[in-house]
């Protein structure tokens, strides 16, 4: 049984930093590429943020960068996106979602990558 849960969501005003928590159990964490992904009333589920096993390599969404890290504690089964400087468009909900997939030929920023997928968390950003 795999469960993937988010936490740490919340409604902040812009410019303010929150970190998303996503704890993991009924997998091999240590073996699973990680990511983030997002979605805003009336928009489609969009890629964020990416990391490898191993945490060694990272992937970004161009809105993002420079913003946001994604980061990952294997000890502890837990990956992390912290988000700084938000701004409205920001506003979604932040899913969690793991794959074992090799992504020798598909990006790690691919939703049909991941079948591995958390409840979500709400992240509000305030003008």
């Known amino acids: 049984q795999v469960q993937l849960v988010e936490s740490g969501g919340g409604l902040v005003q812009a410019g303010v930093s929150l970190r998303l928590s996503c704890a993991a159990s009924g997998l091999t964490f240590s073996s699973a590429a990680m990511a983030w992904f997002r979605q805003a009333p009336g928009k489609d589920r969009e890629s964020v943020a990416a990391?490898?096993?191993?945490?060694?390599?990272?992937a970004y969404t161009d809105s993002v960068k420079g913003r946001f890290t994604i980061s990952r504690d294997n000890a502890k089964n837990m990956v992390y996106l912290q988000m700084n400087s938000l701004i409205t468009d920001d506003t979604a909900v932040y899913y969690c979602?793991?794959?074992?997939?090799?992504?020798?030929?598909?990006?790690?920023?691919?939703?049909?990558?991941?079948?591995?997928w958390g409840q979500g968390t709400q992240v509000t950003v305030s003008s």
């Open positions: 979602a793991a794959s074992f997939t090799s992504f020798r030929t598909v990006s790690p920023m691919t939703r049909s990558g991941y079948p591995y």
């Open positions: 990391i490898t096993w191993n945490g060694h390599n990272t």
